[in-house]
């Protein structure tokens, strides 16, 4: 089933006084399944960081639209997509957006606090997530007196505790060590394994290795794609590195 469509998007930027036009993106269309982990690679100004975006419905199409369980996101009033955003997506970001003035337990519930869900449905829903992910321990204290990695369970906490249809990820290990990118990448490895559908941006060969199909972004265009199929995921990552390579000497590849 076809959570995600995304069609035809073009953006286009006007630049200071608009002298010119910037085409950021150029007719990109791409469709994800519900329970797909898929991520996107491309060289910094490829677009793929203002794709996420259009797809996170905080920023719009200059043409293109973009669907997610066939509703149209051009159809959303701009008073209704916060709270669509909010009901509908998770954000997972590279430097976390914790609020440093709350306790990870506060920082995590804030959605459903916006919800207005009661306290008994978010200690019920805490509870096995804060374990799962190893943070039982840490929910009293504040982003600042835990690690990088901790901070990035809370996050990734913050973002699944509402069930979100779609899971975006900008970069989330970008700011890590190699153990706590490798323990939050099986954190994603898990959260695939149990239905929920992830759309990652990452620069990392090694995080996409993860994934399930790698689409791969050159000057504002889909240039290829990558499935991972029956492929364990050393292979997997040998091939994505192929990829890029040829991304980067602009030949064409078709696996």
Do not use: W
């Amino acid at each position: 089933m076809k959570l995600l469509q995304v069609n035809h998007i073009k953006k286009v930027y006007n630049t200071r006084l608009g002298a010119r036009q910037c085409v950021a993106l150029e007719d990109v269309g791409f469709s994800v399944d519900q329970g797909e982990f898929v991520a996107i690679m491309g060289a910094s100004g490829s677009g793929k960081t203002t794709l996420l975006n259009i797809i996170a419905s905080l920023d719009k199409p200059t043409s293109g639209d973009v669907c997610l369980e066939n509703r149209s996101f051009s159809a959303i009033p701009d008073r209704e997509l916060s709270a669509f955003r909010r009901d509908n997506l998770g954000f997972v970001f590279q430097d976390f957006n914790l609020l440093d003035t709350f306790t990870l337990r506060d920082n995590i519930l804030l959605p459903l606090v916006l919800q207005k869900k009661p306290l008994s449905e978010m200690e019920k829903r805490l509870k096995p997530l804060a374990q799962s992910l190893g943070l039982s321990e840490l929910l009293d204290k504040y982003p600042y007196e835990v690690s990088g990695g901790e901070k990035q369970r809370a996050a990734v906490s913050r973002a699944v505790i509402t069930n979100p249809l779609l899971l975006l990820a900008d970069e989330p290990t970008g700011a890590l060590d190699s153990r706590s990118s490798t323990a939050l990448l099986e954190i994603f490895e898990g959260l695939h394994a149990q239905g929920q559908t992830i759309l990652m941006v990452t620069h990392s060969s090694m995080a996409a290795s993860y994934a399930s199909r790698v689409l791969f972004i050159k000057d504002g265009g889909l240039f290829s794609q990558l499935y991972r199929g029956d492929m364990a995921r050393r292979e997997f990552f040998d091939r994505i590195v192929s990829n890029l390579s040829v991304l980067s000497d602009g030949g064409v590849d078709i696996g």
